[in-house]
């Protein structure tokens, strides 16, 4: 039992990790129906974009000056990678681009940091807490509230505010919320910061307990991918729910079955996804109209 | 006019010695950036300063070393294309390098088809020097994988008894090849490892591998991965408030296991040919020298650092023994080295033979053990008096 408890603990931990990235794939979709495949990549420039600055300025000070960078890293990636694909209605060369994009930022990252993996200071003790036997770390549950924490600030804010109601109108239907005067390119592009803000502050939120460098964002941004196909693209609360899953069972099926199969099951439940309710466990059908 | 004929003269020598003083071109592969950089750049760090050193008394036979050095990034295509270069444009005599097993075993087959010599100084795997039959001209100067797991085996049950092994080995062909080594190596003193768990590149949760292993009863992990990876084990076996010892594979000594794992790596074991402690005159100037040239306190990988260096030497040995740069005759002259070459990992007398292509046999390595950040001797008594310079014995 309490070692049930500790899987799901750690599982719950890796999974939040999951969907708080997931959450930024879903953030563009919503608006644009374009997705930034360089997330993992925004997560990665985040977190050593933090790692620079948390030696000048301490852990909470630097959150904010990581968040800046996220809110400009998308509006790049934006400008030069998606804008012309939107306008031009390309089914496909945003993929390209921002594949491309995320590339550079890797280059570009190995150039500045190198290539090893590096250790982000704790902003908590490294000793790990203990609840009735199920031991998890400061961060750790650092990770989960602050994702939960993120993620309902960016729902809140596109439900309460007025410019959040212009994300959401586009989202519904970007022709219409053009008609009524909302500036919809704008509006997208701001999708793309709000969603590199969120990866770069998951990069700072989990480089403690994953370690950081040019690669982590490779092998997490896929993950997250996964998560926000299972969850669905066009739910907040389906990516959380999905990256929880796909956590919990790795966790799972790596301690009941083997260690060597803790991926696969993810990758069934994906594909059961795929087959059955394309959407994402809590998507909408939405009907494409040609 | 005879003052004329004595400046044509000495022009017409300049100029013949010149002609004779054409460098001889030694390549150099290996990772200068990515996952296993520290290890390929202090490898190359230690062969420029045997290159240095050599270069500045004279050089080989009269003769400058020039060497031509490519990052091979760890990447198996990119070390074939660099093979071919350092073959076919630049003419290498002889090529020093290869920290990563599948970049050596995909790139040396073109050196063995272009009879031209390899020093493989650091990478691990069993297959390298076995991998072509004689006249093999591949050789190495690190310890392999079945030296290491036989150690690593020898270590935690003989001498520490150890009793319950559990072994974690990441899915690469480094770990998995390793793992076979290592549960061989316990079957022959008849234990069976009570976990063996896998886990991929860049996983940052090992909770279900050492929960398993944990349940399982191991009383010592025993481990086959890279630097980052081991650190998440510490890390994790830290978090789930279970210590028990870690030996493994001499990657436990890598920069990106020590610095990350932090206090959590501390007692972590495992088999190096080097170890930077100044024990006798020739370590000490060696570390000392490096320190000078590279401006570091700690080498970033002692062991790759001083095997790089010892393979400079070998080869100059071998050439000076051909007096020739031609591939098979220093080939043959490495199978039967007639000198001595007094190196920092040992003192290397007839390291190698027609069928032996391993400089390092398994009385070599010692254990080290990570302290206060650095590795360190884990048995002093290893080390002490005669015991300083531990060198092969005689086949």
Same mark, same amino acid.
């Given at each position: 039992?309490?070692?049930?408890?500790?899987?799901?603990?750690?599982?719950?931990?890796?999974? %939040?990790?999951?969907?708080?990235?997931?959450?930024?794939?879903?953030?563009?979709?919503?608006?644009?129906?374009?997705?930034?495949?360089?997330?993992?990549?925004?997560?990665?420039?985040?977190?050593?974009?933090?790692?620079?600055?948390?030696?000048?300025?301490?852990?909470?000070?630097?959150?904010?000056?990581?968040?800046?960078?996220?809110?400009?890293?998308?509006?790049?990636?934006?400008?030069?990678?998606?804008?012309?694909?939107?306008?031009?209605?390309?089914?496909?060369?945003?993929?390209?681009?921002?594949?491309? *994009?995320?590339?550079?930022?890797?280059?570009?990252?190995?150039?500045?940091?190198?290539?090893?993996?590096?250790?982000?200071?704790?902003?908590?003790?490294?000793?790990?807490?203990?609840?009735?036997?199920?031991?998890?770390?400061?961060?750790?549950?650092?990770?989960?509230?602050?994702?939960?924490?993120?993620?309902?600030?960016?729902?809140?804010?596109?439900?309460?505010?007025?410019?959040?109601?212009?994300?959401?109108?586009?989202?519904?239907?970007?022709?219409?919320?053009?008609?009524?005067?909302?500036?919809?390119?704008?509006?997208?592009?701001?999708?793309?910061?709000?969603?590199? %803000?969120?990866?770069?502050?998951?990069?700072?939120?989990?480089?403690?307990?994953?370690?950081?460098?040019?690669?982590?964002?490779?092998?997490?941004?896929?993950?997250?991918?996964?998560?926000?196909?299972?969850?669905?693209?066009?739910?907040? %609360?389906?990516?959380?729910?999905?990256?929880?899953?796909?956590?919990?069972?790795?966790?799972?099926?790596?301690?009941?079955?083997?260690?060597?199969?803790?991926?696969?099951?993810?990758?069934?439940?994906?594909?059961?996804?795929?087959?059955?309710?394309?959407?994402?466990?809590?998507?909408?059908?939405?009907?494409? /109209?040609? | 006019?005879?003052?004329?004929?004595?400046?044509?003269?000495?022009?017409?020598?300049?100029?013949?010695?010149?002609? *004779?003083?054409?460098?001889? /071109?030694?390549?150099?592969?290996?990772?200068?950036?990515?996952?296993?950089?520290?290890?390929?750049?202090?490898?190359?760090?230690?062969?420029?300063?045997?290159?240095?050193?050599?270069?500045?008394?004279?050089?080989?036979?009269?003769?400058?070393?020039?060497?031509?050095?490519?990052?091979?990034?760890?990447?198996?295509?990119?070390?074939?294309?660099?093979?071919?270069?350092?073959?076919?444009?630049?003419?290498?005599?002889?090529?020093?390098?290869?920290?990563?097993?599948?970049?050596?075993?995909?790139?040396?087959?073109?050196?063995?088809?272009?009879?031209?010599?390899?020093?493989?100084?650091?990478?691990?795997?069993?297959?390298?020097?076995?991998?072509?039959?004689?006249?093999?001209?591949?050789?190495?100067?690190?310890?392999?994988?079945?030296?290491?797991?036989?150690?690593?085996?020898?270590?935690?049950?003989?001498?520490?008894?150890?009793?319950?092994?559990?072994?974690?080995?990441?899915?690469?062909?480094?770990?998995?090849?390793?793992?076979?080594?290592?549960?061989?190596?316990?079957?022959?003193?008849?234990?069976?490892?009570?976990?063996?768990?896998?886990?991929?590149?860049?996983?940052?949760?090992?909770?279900?591998?050492?929960?398993?292993?944990?349940?399982?009863?191991?009383?010592?992990?025993?481990?086959?991965?890279?630097?980052?990876?081991?650190?998440?084990?510490?890390?994790?076996?830290?978090?789930?408030?279970?210590?028990?010892?870690?030996?493994?594979?001499?990657?436990?000594?890598?920069?990106?296991?020590?610095?990350?794992?932090?206090?959590?790596?501390?007692?972590?074991? %495992?088999?190096?040919?080097?170890?930077?402690?100044?024990?006798?005159?020739?370590?000490?100037?060696?570390?000392?020298?490096?320190?000078?040239?590279?401006?570091?306190?700690?080498?970033?990988?002692?062991?790759?650092?001083?095997?790089?260096?010892?393979?400079?030497?070998?080869?100059?040995?071998?050439?000076?023994?051909?007096?020739?740069?031609?591939?098979?005759?220093?080939?043959?002259?490495?199978?039967?080295?007639?000198? /001595?070459?007094?190196?920092?990992?040992?003192?290397?007398?007839?390291?190698?033979?027609?069928?032996?292509?391993?400089?390092?046999?398994?009385?070599?390595?010692?254990?080290?053990?990570?302290?206060?950040?650095?590795?360190?001797?884990?048995?002093?008594?290893?080390?002490?008096?005669?015991?300083?310079?531990?060198?092969?014995?005689?086949?």
């Amino acid at each position: 039992m309490q070692i049930l408890a500790q899987l799901i603990a750690s599982g719950i931990a890796v999974g %939040m990790i999951y969907g708080v990235i997931a959450f930024g794939y879903q953030l563009t979709f919503a608006t644009s129906k374009t997705l930034n495949f360089g997330q993992g990549e925004a997560l990665m420039l985040g977190s050593l974009v933090g790692l620079t600055v948390v030696t000048f300025t301490g852990y909470w000070i630097m959150l904010p000056i990581v968040l800046a960078f996220g809110l400009l890293q998308g509006a790049v990636v934006e400008r030069l990678g998606v804008r012309q694909a939107i306008r031009t209605k390309s089914e496909a060369g945003w993929i390209m681009a921002t594949i491309a *994009l995320g590339i550079i930022f890797k280059n570009l990252a190995e150039n500045i940091w190198g290539r090893d993996a590096l250790k982000f200071p704790s902003p908590l003790p490294e000793a790990p807490l203990s609840f009735m036997g199920v031991n998890v770390l400061p961060m750790e549950v650092v990770i989960v509230f602050g994702a939960l924490g993120m993620m309902l600030l960016v729902e809140l804010f596109n439900r309460r505010s007025i410019y959040g109601k212009a994300v959401v109108a586009t989202a519904n239907d970007r022709d219409a919320a053009g008609l009524m005067g909302i500036n919809t390119s704008l509006v997208i592009t701001f999708s793309y910061s709000l969603s590199s %803000m969120t990866a770069a502050f998951a990069g700072v939120l989990v480089a403690p307990v994953t370690l950081t460098g040019a690669s982590m964002g490779g092998a997490l941004g896929l993950k997250a991918f996964a998560v926000a196909i299972i969850g669905g693209l066009s739910s907040g %609360m389906g990516v959380v729910v999905g990256g929880l899953i796909l956590g919990i069972t790795e966790t799972l099926t790596g301690y009941y079955l083997s260690t060597g199969y803790k991926d696969v099951p993810g990758l069934v439940l994906l594909l059961l996804v795929l087959s059955f309710k394309p959407s994402g466990l809590f998507g909408s059908a939405t009907i494409k /109209k040609v | 006019m005879f003052r004329n004929v004595i400046a044509a003269a000495a022009v017409s020598v300049l100029l013949a010695g010149t002609a *004779l003083a054409q460098p001889i /071109k030694v390549g150099l592969s290996g990772p200068f950036t990515g996952g296993s950089a520290s290890m390929g750049v202090s490898m190359r760090d230690g062969v420029k300063l045997a290159v240095g050193e050599i270069n500045k008394a004279g050089g080989i036979m009269g003769r400058q070393i020039q060497l031509i050095e490519r990052d091979d990034e760890a990447k198996n295509e990119l070390g074939v294309q660099i093979a071919q270069e350092l073959i076919n444009k630049e003419q290498v005599v002889a090529t020093l390098g290869y920290i990563n097993t599948g970049v050596a075993l995909a790139s040396q087959r073109f050196y063995q088809e272009a009879e031209i010599p390899v020093l493989n100084n650091v990478a691990t795997g069993t297959a390298i020097s076995s991998q072509f039959k004689s006249p093999n001209y591949i050789f190495r100067t690190s310890a392999n994988d079945a030296i290491q797991s036989a150690m690593i085996a020898a270590e935690a049950v003989k001498r520490q008894g150890f009793k319950t092994p559990a072994i974690l080995a990441d899915s690469t062909n480094y770990g998995q090849l390793g793992r076979q080594d290592l549960t061989s190596a316990l079957a022959g003193m008849g234990l069976k490892p009570v976990a063996e768990e896998k886990f991929n590149i860049g996983d940052t949760d090992m909770t279900a591998q050492l929960l398993r292993a944990k349940q399982a009863g191991a009383d010592v992990i025993l481990t086959y991965a890279i630097g980052p990876e081991l650190a998440q084990i510490a890390n994790g076996m830290a978090k789930l408030g279970w210590k028990v010892p870690m030996i493994g594979s001499w990657t436990l000594s890598m920069a990106t296991f020590i610095d990350n794992a932090g206090a959590n790596g501390e007692g972590a074991m %495992m088999p190096q040919t080097f170890i930077q402690t100044g024990n006798t005159p020739k370590r000490k100037a060696f570390i000392e020298a490096y320190q000078a040239a590279y401006k570091v306190d700690r080498i970033p990988s002692p062991v790759s650092a001083a095997q790089g260096y010892d393979s400079v030497y070998l080869l100059k040995a071998a050439i000076e023994q051909a007096k020739s740069t031609d591939g098979g005759k220093i080939r043959a002259a490495l199978e039967n080295l007639q000198t /001595k070459v007094d190196g920092v990992v040992t003192v290397y007398d007839k390291p190698f033979s027609a069928t032996d292509h391993e400089a390092i046999s398994g009385n070599i390595p010692v254990f080290g053990v990570v302290k206060g950040g650095r590795v360190v001797v884990a048995h002093p008594d290893d080390i002490a008096g005669d015991k300083a310079v531990r060198v092969k014995p005689k086949s």
